[in-house]
Nanobody, 124 residues
Framework: QVQLVESGGGSVQAGGSLTLSCTGS????????MAWFRQAPGKEREWVAH????????AYGDSVEGRFTIARNNALKRVYLQMDSLKPEDTAMYYC?????????????????WGRGTQVTVSS
């Protein structure tokens, strides 16, 4: 059984930083592509970033490009999201997702495994 558990959320002032972590358990093959999504109240779930199995390929949503960095540790089945220069509009529940597909996509429907989320709140 594949499980994902996020941690590291919290409250921070605009301009601050947070680092999210997500640790997986279960079959290693299930953690090929790993990604972060977020969802703010009343809004649709938004793709934030993803990282390929070998960590050679990363991609970011336009709203976080240049401010967020995704990284992974395959031995620990862990993915990180370093968030810098945070803005109030970054406030959301952040979810970790995993897929056995080696080609990463930004479509949430392509990820069968999800964590329960960790809340990030950025105040102005």
């Amino acid at each position: 059984q594949v499980q994902l558990v996020e941690s590291g959320g919290g409250s921070v002032q605009a301009g601050g930083s947070l680092t999210l972590s997500c640790t997986g358990s279960g079959s290693t093959e299930s953690f090929a592509c790993m990604a972060w999504f977020r969802q703010a109240p009343g809004k649709e779930r938004e793709w934030v970033a993803h990282i390929t199995p070998g960590a050679l390929g990363t991609a970011y949503g336009d709203s976080v490009e240049g401010r967020f960095t995704i990284a992974r540790n395959n031995a620990l089945k862990r993915v990180y999201l370093q968030m810098d220069s945070l803005k109030p509009e970054d406030t959301a529940m952040y979810y970790c997702a995993a897929s056995s597909l080696s080609v990463c996509q930004s479509n949430a429907a392509r990820f069968p495994y999800w964590g329960r989320g960790t809340q990030v709140t950025v105040s102005s």
